[in-house]
């Protein structure tokens, strides 16, 4: 196979700001420090997966020949140059989507965004589903259900983030994610559990559903109760921007590229959210594979000892 996982969706420029706090409503407050970096449900996906040697083909929308396009793309050059681009398309009369980040030292954060509604809607060439896996997310709304089922008819398995709202692609998941914050949810195991059941009965798609700090909740067999599982403690928290897309880069690389369980695969993508978290950026602090495990092991030898 050409690729190891065909990631879709969005990419864009991320203009991250570093505030000590959001402010009220006609509040102000200092911006103590700002980075652009590339940024994008999808983007932010198929970097992890890169810098884990994933062979991952990234398939966007357009971006503009501008300088926030020439930003974005220098970024994932200089961060991922093993990245696949060649599906991403460069046009003179597109313009670059950017989002404008606030984060708080709490991991709270207000985002702002500008030519998202305007960005195209790619159908996924074929050469890019010659791959072991498909991963999307919904933002290109009717053509990201076009790709969800290009893949599907494909016989790929999928990894449906968020699309718990699109019934026709949600019934072709082989993986169903999305987070407490889509589902408007209190982050707490009763209700995630319950949420996870729901989800899983209707659309048969093994579920997870994360919570961020609070952990997440799976399920991939009705006849058992949904699974609740700890987070793990990142050690310094900076910006949590892109923590659902290290998840399901973290599980799909460990699970289909490295053949563990499902439910290490899970711990394994929890762990990269956590590390990732202490970086000012959607996938700055993605660290290198041995580097997870080794963390992975840290956390619980330190688990135990609290026992």
């Excluded at 398939?59 to 994932?76: F, H, T």
Aim: glycine fraction near 8%; charged fraction near 20%.
């Amino acid at each position: 196979m050409a690729f190891d996982v065909c990631v879709y969706g969005t990419v864009c420029l991320d203009r991250m700001r570093s505030v000590d706090r959001l402010p009220l409503d006609g509040g102000y407050v200092d911006i103590l420090e700002e980075v652009l970096a590339p940024g994008g449900e999808a983007l932010n996906t198929a970097v992890a997966l890169s810098r884990w040697g994933a062979r991952a083909a990234l398939v966007g929308n357009d971006i503009g020949d501008d300088e926030s396009g020439r930003a974005l793309l220098e970024g994932v050059v200089r961060d991922a140059p093993n990245l696949d681009l060649r599906f991403v398309k460069v046009r003179p009369d597109a313009q670059t989507p950017v989002c404008d980040c606030y984060v708080a030292p709490d991991g709270r954060r207000a985002m702002f965004g500008q030519g998202f509604r305007a960005m195209s809607s790619p159908d996924v060439p074929s050469e890019a589903l010659d791959a072991k896996l498909f991963t999307a997310e919904p933002n290109a709304r009717e053509a990201a259900t076009r790709a969800v089922l290009q893949a599907s008819e494909k016989g790929l398995p999928i990894v449906a983030m968020d699309f718990h709202r699109i019934e026709e692609a949600a019934k072709r998941a082989t993986v169903l994610q999305t987070s407490y914050e889509h589902l408007s949810l209190p982050p707490d195991p009763p209700h995630l559990m319950e949420a996870a059941a729901q989800l899983h009965a209707r659309f048969g798609a093994t579920t997870v559903i994360t919570a961020g700090e609070h952990g997440y909740v799976w399920i991939e067999d009705l006849m058992y109760r949904p699974i609740y599982q700890t987070a793990y403690v990142a050690p310094k928290v900076i910006d949590t921007t892109g923590s659902g897309d290290a998840f399901r880069a973290g599980y799909i690389f460990a699970h289909w590229l490295c053949g563990e369980s499902l439910p290490a695969a899970f711990k394994f993508g929890a762990a990269a959210a956590a590390l990732n978290a202490a970086e000012l950026g959607a996938y700055a602090g993605i660290p290198s594979e041995s580097k997870i495990r080794a963390f992975m092991v840290s956390a619980g030898n330190e688990a135990a000892q609290g026992e």
